[in-house]
């Protein structure tokens, strides 16, 4: 037999009913709400894209094996924006001409000028031959730690969304007023178009 809601019960689950909680109507009843609860913890499950923990010793110890890259690969740097500018640049594709380039430059290495500088350019395909095993693995571990966070920023965007709604909704008589007009500072500005002011001669 169903059993009817009441204004003041706690619920099977243990929470107190309230206006807000899923389900609930006049003249609703308990397996209602609990039908609702359970679908609603679901949804929440299917929508948490990433659950994860990383405590201060394992990301210290992560750190450390990025200082310690640093350490043996020494020839690391960033380029300014100027240099990127004025380097070529070649698409990782691109190394297999490379190769063959400096096979026939070894092979006949009459055609080449006086100025050029054989040794270095093979110099730098060897480097190349062995780097790029370095900068695919990179790659790869680049993006499944951007693709981790992105997952997780959006697990925590999605819920403290809910959780200023929340707030919005419980705010009727004004009690939250501090918590909403805080969380909705975050969002200022947002959808307005930037006007531009054309200067006055």
């Not at 929440?44 to 201060?56: E, F, G, P, R, V």
């Not at 062995?130 to 999605?158: C, R, T």
């Not at 178009?193 to 006055?200: F, G, M």
Request: one cysteine or more; glycine letters at 6%.
């Amino acid at each position: 037999m169903a059993t009817p809601l009441r204004l003041d019960m706690i619920l099977p689950n243990g929470q107190p009913l309230r206006w807000d909680t899923p389900g609930a109507r006049w003249g609703g009843t308990v397996e209602e709400v609990m039908a609702a609860i359970n679908q609603q913890n679901n949804n929440n499950d299917m929508q948490n894209k990433i659950s994860a923990t990383l405590n201060d010793t394992d990301k210290a110890a992560a750190l450390a094996h990025f200082q310690g890259l640093l350490t043996l690969l020494t020839f690391l740097r960033n380029l300014t924006d100027e240099e990127k500018k004025r380097i070529n640049k070649a698409a990782n594709g691109r190394l297999p001409f490379i190769q063959q380039a400096c096979q026939y430059a070894q092979q006949f290495p009459g055609v080449l000028p006086a100025n050029f500088n054989l040794s270095e350019f093979t110099k730098d395909v060897t480097f190349l031959a062995q780097f790029v095993a370095i900068v695919n693995a990179e790659d790869n571990f680049h993006n499944k730690v951007k693709d981790a966070f992105s997952l997780a920023n959006s697990d925590g965007y999605d819920q403290a969304l809910k959780v200023y709604n929340f707030f919005k909704a419980a705010n009727f008589s004004g009690e939250y007023k501090d918590v909403v007009s805080n969380l909705g500072s975050y969002f200022e500005g947002q959808g307005k178009k930037k006007t531009t002011t054309t200067p006055t001669p």
